[in-house]
C-alpha cells in the first residue's frame, strides 16, 4: 500500500498594503507527489472562502485596514488536501485627501494651497504638487513642490488642474485634483439697491450683486465685502465668500419712525490684494409703529366692538385696516358673524410714505347657551303648575324674573302659581373663558279665574243685559256651552264663549223662562251646570 504526501501550502504578499487597494497574494505551495489542482482562501475579513483551481497571481481587497489572519490550504491532483496555513496581514490605512484653493488675481505674489489631510494611524506622510503650469513654469518657478504648505507664481489668467499626491509613511498613495483659478486683476464693484424710493426702516433692504471682472476668460469675483453704514461705522462690514453675479445681499437698517441716510460701500475682490471700490447713498423711510391692545374674550351674542390701536411715527393714507374672520375693514368686530372659536385679527397701519407696521390680536369668541323657557301655559287659579324650560351650555346659572308666583328663581324648571297671569323672563349666563355671557327667553303663565254664571238676562233690545256675559269664560280655551229647555231640547251650543248668548233660537227670540245649562271650562276645572232665566 502506497500513502501519498500531503502537498504543503504556502504563501507570500505584497510588500505595501493599503485599505480599499488591491493586495497580491503569491503561492509557494509546493507538492512531492502529484500536483496542486486547488487553491482555498480564507481571507479573513468575513468574505466567502475564495476557491481557485490555477496558481495564477491571488487578489483581494480589504475594506478598512487592520490586521488579518489569512488562510490557505492547497489539494493536489491526487485528491489530497494540505494543511492550513496561517499568516497575519496588516492592511494599512489611507490618508484622506483635500487641500485649500487660494482666491488669487494676476497681480498677486503668489498662490498658497496647504494640504488638508488625516490618517488613522496617525503617522506621517509626505506631500507631492503638481500645479498645473507646466508651460510657464521655470527654474525659479517650478510647477512642482513638496510639503504641506507651498506657494507658486501664476503669470497668465486661467483655469489650472492642481493635483496634490499624499502619501502615508506605510507607501498608501492617494491623490486628488481640484481646478484652481486664476482671476484678473482689474475687478469692478457695482451693486444695485432694489426699489431705492421705497425702502423703510422696517424692512430688508436688498442689493443686487453686479461686481465683475471684465474682459473675457479674466475669472471672477472671488469675495465681497459690504459696509451698509460706511460714514458712521467705516469698519463694520459683512464679508461674502465667492459670490455669484445677480446674488442678492440683505441687510435691515435700526427701524425708526425718522428718516435716515446712509452711505453704502462695497468692495470687490478678484484676488489677495486686487480689489475695488464703489460707492452710493440710499434714503431710509421712517415708518409707524403701533400698538395693539389683546383683546378680552367677548361672548358671541355681545354688540359689536370696535377694535383700537394706538400709533405713534409718521401718519396718513390709507392709515389703520383690519382683516380678519369677522371684523370690518374699519375694525369693527361683530362675534355674531365670526361665530365660535378663536381668530386672528391683523391691523396694518400705512403712513403716506409707504411704510407700515403689522400686529395682530387673537380675539376668542365664547359660546352662550341654547335656551327656552317653553311654550305659554295657563294654571288654574289657586294651582300651580312647573315651567317647562330647556337650556343647554357649560357653567350655566339661572335667574327668572318677576320672582312672584315663583317656588324659586335660580333654578332651570321652577314651579308657578301666580295669581294674575304673569310674563316671566328666564336669563341663563354661561361663563367661559372669564367672560359671563346672558341670554333671555320668555314664557307667559295665563291665570284661569273661576267662571262667574248669571243667573238672568234680559234679551229685550234696549242694550242693557241684552246677553248672558259669562265673565272669565272666554280665557279658557275650548270651553263649550250647551243650554237646554225644560223639554231636553238645545237651544244654543258654543264652543268657546267669544260671543254671549242672546236668548235667541234659529234667529228667532226664545220665551221667557227657565233654561238649563252645562259648560264645561276644561283646562282642568270641571263641569258646572244651573238654570238661567230669561226675562223679557
Given amino acids: 500500500i502506497h500513502i501519498y504526501t500531503k502537498p504543503v501550502a504556502n504563501f507570500t504578499w505584497s510588500a505595501i498594503d493599503c485599505e480599499t487597494k488591491q493586495i497580491t497574494l503569491t503561492d509557494q505551495s509546493t507538492s512531492t507527489e502529484g500536483t496542486n489542482t486547488q487553491w482555498i482562501w480564507d481571507y479573513g475579513d468575513g468574505s466567502p472562502l475564495d476557491t481557485h483551481t490555477n496558481n495564477a497571481a491571488f487578489t483581494h481587497v480589504f475594506a478598512t485596514a487592520g490586521t488579518y489572519n489569512v488562510k490557505l490550504y492547497t489539494v493536489s491532483s491526487l485528491g489530497c488536501a494540505s494543511l492550513t496555513v496561517t499568516k497575519s496581514i496588516v492592511v494599512y490605512p489611507l490618508p484622506t485627501k483635500d487641500f485649500t484653493v487660494p482666491d488669487v488675481c494676476l497681480a498677486d505674489t503668489h498662490a498658497q494651497f496647504t494640504a488638508i489631510s488625516t490618517i488613522a494611524d496617525n503617522t506621517t506622510s509626505t506631500y507631492s504638487w503638481n500645479f498645473g503650469d507646466a508651460t510657464r513654469a521655470n527654474a525659479n518657478n517650478p510647477n512642482t513642490a513638496t510639503g504641506l504648505t507651498v506657494t507658486h507664481k501664476y503669470t497668465a489668467t486661467g483655469n489650472y488642474n492642481v493635483t496634490l499626491t499624499i502619501t502615508s509613511a506605510h507607501g498608501c498613495v492617494v491623490d486628488t485634483v481640484k481646478q484652481f483659478t486664476v482671476n484678473g486683476s482689474s475687478p469692478q464693484s457695482k451693486f444695485v439697491v432694489l426699489n431705492p424710493t421705497t425702502l423703510c426702516s422696517n424692512r430688508d433692504v436688498f442689493f443686487v450683486d453686479s461686481a465683475s471682472v471684465p474682459g473675457f476668460g479674466n475669472g471672477s469675483v472671488t469675495s465681497v465685502d459690504m459696509f451698509y453704514d460706511y460714514a458712521n461705522n467705516p469698519t463694520v462690514k459683512v464679508h461674502y465668500a465667492h459670490p455669484t453675479y445677480g446674488q442678492l445681499f440683505r441687510h435691515t437698517?435700526?427701524?425708526?419712525?425718522?428718516?435716515?441716510?446712509?452711505?453704502?460701500?462695497?468692495?470687490?475682490?478678484?484676488?489677495?490684494t486686487c480689489v475695488n471700490r464703489s460707492s452710493q447713498n440710499i434714503t431710509v423711510l421712517g415708518v409707524p409703529t403701533i400698538t395693539f391692545p389683546a383683546i378680552a374674550n367677548i361672548c358671541e351674542n355681545a354688540d359689536p366692538v370696535q377694535l383700537n390701536i394706538v400709533h405713534h411715527g409718521p401718519i396718513g393714507t390709507p392709515g389703520a385696516v383690519f382683516t380678519g374672520t369677522g371684523v370690518g375693514p374699519t375694525g369693527i368686530f361683530n362675534p355674531a358673524i365670526a361665530g365660535v372659536g378663536t381668530y386672528t385679527v391683523k391691523c396694518i397701519y400705512t403712513s403716506a410714505n409707504g411704510c407700515a407696521d403689522t400686529l395682530s390680536q387673537t380675539v376668542t369668541v365664547e359660546p352662550v347657551a341654547t335656551?327656552?323657557?317653553?311654550?305659554?301655559?295657563?294654571?288654574?287659579?289657586?294651582?300651580?303648575?312647573?315651567?317647562?324650560?330647556?337650556?343647554?351650555?357649560?357653567?350655566?346659572?339661572?335667574?327668572?324674573?318677576?320672582?312672584?308666583g315663583l317656588n324659586r328663581t335660580d333654578v332651570l324648571q321652577p314651579v308657578a302659581s301666580p295669581t294674575v297671569n304673569t310674563r316671566y323672563t328666564l336669563t341663563v349666563i354661561s361663563t367661559n373663558g372669564g367672560v359671563s355671557c346672558p341670554v333671555t327667553s320668555t314664557v307667559t303663565v295665563s291665570v284661569l279665574q273661576a267662571p262667574v254664571i248669571p243667573t238672568s238676562f234680559t234679551p229685550n233690545g234696549d242694550g242693557i243685559n241684552d246677553t248672558w256675559i259669562i265673565q272669565n269664560l272666554d280665557t279658557y280655551?275650548?270651553?263649550?256651552?250647551?243650554?237646554?229647555?225644560?223639554?231636553?231640547?238645545?237651544?244654543?251650543?258654543?264652543?268657546?264663549?267669544?260671543?254671549?248668548?242672546?236668548?235667541?233660537?234659529?234667529?228667532?227670540?226664545?220665551?221667557?223662562?227657565?233654561?238649563?245649562?252645562?259648560?264645561?271650562?276644561?283646562?282642568?276645572?270641571?263641569?258646572?251646570?244651573?238654570?238661567?232665566?230669561?226675562?223679557?
Fill in 253 to 272: 437698517y435700526p427701524q425708526d419712525s425718522l428718516t435716515h441716510s446712509y452711505q453704502v460701500v462695497m468692495d470687490a475682490y478678484s484676488g489677495g
Fill in 477 to 536: 280655551p275650548g270651553a263649550t256651552v250647551d243650554v237646554y229647555n225644560r223639554n231636553g231640547g238645545k237651544v244654543f251650543s258654543s264652543v268657546g264663549y267669544s260671543i254671549p248668548w242672546d236668548g235667541r233660537y234659529n234667529g228667532a227670540n226664545l220665551p221667557e223662562g227657565t233654561y238649563y245649562y252645562i259648560i264645561d271650562p276644561k283646562n282642568g276645572r270641571t263641569k258646572i251646570s244651573g238654570y238661567v232665566a230669561i226675562i223679557r
Fill in 371 to 404: 335656551v327656552s323657557a317653553g311654550p305659554d301655559v295657563v294654571v288654574l287659579a289657586g294651582g300651580h303648575i312647573q315651567i317647562k324650560a330647556t337650556a343647554t351650555g357649560s357653567n350655566l346659572l339661572y335667574l327668572w324674573s318677576p320672582s312672584a
